[in-house]
């Protein structure tokens, strides 16, 4: 495989036998993004892996789409595998684009670098529990639902609003002089919020929802963070069949602010008559303009005059360390999709 890492001794090891000898069934492809978090960080994790028992390789990717070429190629094989994403939330979108559909194939995520939003549904010390590999190869995998979007399969959030943009523009405030981190992330907001403003003339067809107007924020959960820590609805399941969304139509840029700690932290039933919530299968909208919506899934922009968003009727299955858990701590009756 391409920049593959082949250490002296893995050759034992990847022809499928463990340090007793005995047979190992499953291969274990870690795919790094080298972009992603410090060189030190990167050089733990290769320290980690050399010490499993079993098969292992390291792929590096080099460019946009590596990562789904790399998990597709593996599970096209229909050998059991595990593929590990060691990078960002954009990696762990990629391997499982690549991996989706295959009962052959589980992924996971290593977290390197400072995103890793849907890993927040396994509690504050999801990085810490995701970042010992010896316990993610031994541990239990589960079918995680998948979304659909426009053809790109997404397995956290899709966002669709003025929270989009912001995201999309932090890229751009990254390569300003003296702009890192946070300070783009703040200056991006400031830019859309005050300046570039909140609403966007739009069509949204969600459930019994049919609206045709000014819009703020399309939100749709199958994971429960976005953003670097957004909960909009803190009760969503990546299994239960189930798509979480939110809209917030038109509000004053006051009103935005004083609403966006509480929709932040999943308090999204408390404002009915400014949120509105649909749990179900499907969500469509489109610019009343004809000019692109900027849509962010999984941390990946696109842009397109129109969106449906759908559960996917692919699944992905997704393994853990053992005793870790994404039950929500914030349980509500979803009840019937409305």
Not at 37 to 60: F, H, I, N, T
Not at 97 to 120: E, H, I, R, S
Request: charge should be neutral; include cysteine.
């Amino acid at each position: 495989m391409a920049s593959g890492d082949r250490p002296a001794g893995a050759g034992e090891r990847k022809s499928g036998e463990d340090g007793s000898g005995k047979v190992c069934a499953v291969r274990h492809l870690f795919i790094i993004n080298p972009a992603a978090g410090k060189g030190e960080s990167r050089r733990r994790l290769e320290q980690a892996v050399r010490g499993l028992d079993c098969p292992w390789e390291m792929a590096y990717t080099q460019k946009e789409g590596d990562a789904c070429r790399y998990a597709r190629a593996a599970a096209e094989t229909g050998k059991p595998v595990r593929i590990y994403a060691c990078g960002g939330d954009g990696t762990l979108n990629e391997v499982v684009n690549g991996a989706a559909g295959y009962d052959n194939a589980a992924v996971t995520n290593v977290p390197l670098g400072t995103g890793n939003d849907f890993l927040k549904i396994f509690g504050p010390d999801c990085k810490a529990l995701f970042s010992d590999v010896a316990a993610l190869a031994a541990g239990p995998q589960a079918p995680f639902d998948l979304m659909d979007c426009n053809g790109k399969l997404g397995i956290g959030v899709v966002c669709a609003g003025v929270d989009a943009r912001i995201a999309a523009d932090v890229h751009r405030y990254k390569s300003l002089p003296l702009v890192r981190g946070i300070g783009a992330y703040i200056l991006s907001l400031a830019v859309n919020v005050l300046f570039k403003g909140i609403l966007r003339p739009m069509a949204v067809e969600m459930g019994e929802l049919d609206y045709r107007g000014e819009n703020a924020i399309i939100c749709v959960c199958n994971g429960r963070y976005y953003g670097g820590g957004f909960m909009p609805v803190g009760e969503a399941m990546p299994d239960d069949g189930v798509l979480d969304m939110l809209v917030v139509p038109k509000v004053s840029r006051f009103t935005f602010l004083r609403l966006i700690g509480k929709y932040s932290t999943g308090h999204y039933r408390e404002y009915p008559q400014l949120i509105y919530p649909h749990h179900g299968q499907e969500i469509r909208y489109a610019s009343l303009t004809g000019r692109d919506v900027t849509t962010v899934v999984d941390g990946e922009v696109m842009r397109a005059p129109a969106f449906t968003v759908k559960l996917s009727d692919k699944r992905v299955n997704f393994f853990y360390p053992a005793g870790a858990s994404y039950q929500p701590t914030m349980q509500l009756d979803k009840g019937s999709p409305n």
